[in-house]
Structures are given as structure tokens and as C-alpha cells.
């Protein structure tokens, strides 16, 4: 194998270099990581949309003979599924495991805490709704109708806010914990396309979804009380 010049080696370090630095002194940089993960989260969209169609092209019998709008669907869904596993996962962490929002040493009133991965997060998913929104109104009403535009509307104007402004994070990743039951939700409606609809596999994931929403529905409203009383109780004491 003939050696690589010693001037390529050098030019290759310095593209390198410029990279890192163009990375974490712009995109990664306070005033640009909101956009990046945006742009990041419609990007990953994309490529979430095409492998899903590849994938399901050899892998899904009853793929080929779908319509060309139920494959849109179906594609979509591959994004909405791996959207909710990210965010949710994220969600669990913030609310249950991370100290951003639980350590009392921690400088900063606990609605106004945030972190560059707590931001990063929600832009992704701001990304992911834009483009959910954008897919939407491209094939309206066969993807859902006018609920679902405001449903992502509302939605992504909750999480600009919280993502541009840093306030209310806590409650924002909350809320999202929810998505935990989106991929069930979906499993069910791929279930049902694929002609399986009798199957034992339909009728667990069935019980799953009813399980996950009981327990969802209990625990986070708990759990957002005591939240709620914690803030206000700390804003008292502070003022």
C-alpha cells in the first residue's frame, strides 16, 4: 500500500480541525444549537422516512401491495415511532433521573433551568413536528384532518417556547412522557394494515396500550402536582 504524502496528511488535519472548530464554536454554540437541532430533527426526519421505505420493501410482504398512500402513512408512522422512542426516552431521563431540575443546589429558579441537551432535545422534536406538520398538510386530510394540524400546531408552539425562552422545561419533557405510548399506538395500526388484526401479537399490544395509559395517566398527574407544589412553595420562600 503506497503511503498517503505527508502535505495530505496535513491538509486532511486541517479540514479536520476547521471542522471541529466550525462545530463547536457555531453549531454547537449557544445562539445556534436551537436552530441546529431543528435542522437536525428535519433532516433525521428524511432519512428516518427512507429507510423505513427500504427497510419495509424486502423485509414486508404485504408492503408492495399497499397504496401509494398508505405507504406514505405507513413511512410516516416510522418517523412518529422513532421521534417517540428518542423524545420519550429523553423525557424519562429529565424528569426522573436527571438532577438539572431536582438538585437544590443548583443555582436558578427551577422553571427557568436548562441545559444544552435539554434545549437540543426539544428542538429535534420541534423539527419533528414541523415536519409531521408540513407532511400533513402535503397529503390533507388522507394523514388527518384539521385536529391534527392544530394538535401539531399548539404542540410546537409549546415547544419553541419552552426551547427558545429555557422556561418551563421541566413540564415540557412531562408532557412528553407520553409519546412512551406512541410506538404501541402505531404497532397496532401497522398490525392492522399488514392483515393481522387476529393475531395473539394485536391482542398483546392492545393490553399494553391500556396498561401504559393507566399507568401514565395516574403517575404523571402525581407526579405534576407535587412538581407544581414544589415550584410554587420554592417561589413563596424566595419572594
Known sequence: MAAVPKQTTMAIKSYKN????LVKN???ADPFAPYTSILGGILACKVVYDLTDLISSFYIKTYPSLTKIQRVD???RGISTTHAIF???LSLYFVFWSDLFSDPHLTGFMVFRSSQLSTFGLGVSL???FSDLAMTLWQYPALGGIEYVIHHLLSGTAVAYSMFT??????TYMVLISEV???EIHLRWYLDTAGMKRSTAYLINGVVIFIGWLVLDRRLREFFCLATCSTMCTYIMIR
Do not use: C, D, H, I
Not at 429555557?166 to 413540564?171: H, R
Open 18 to 21: 476547521q471542522a471541529q472548530m
Open 26 to 28: 457555531y453549531l454547537l
Open 74 to 76: 405507513w413511512n410516516n
Open 87 to 89: 423524545v420519550s426516552a
Open 127 to 129: 423539527g419533528y413536528f
Open 166 to 171: 429555557g422556561e418551563a422545561q421541566l413540564y
Open 181 to 183: 405510548t406512541t410506538p
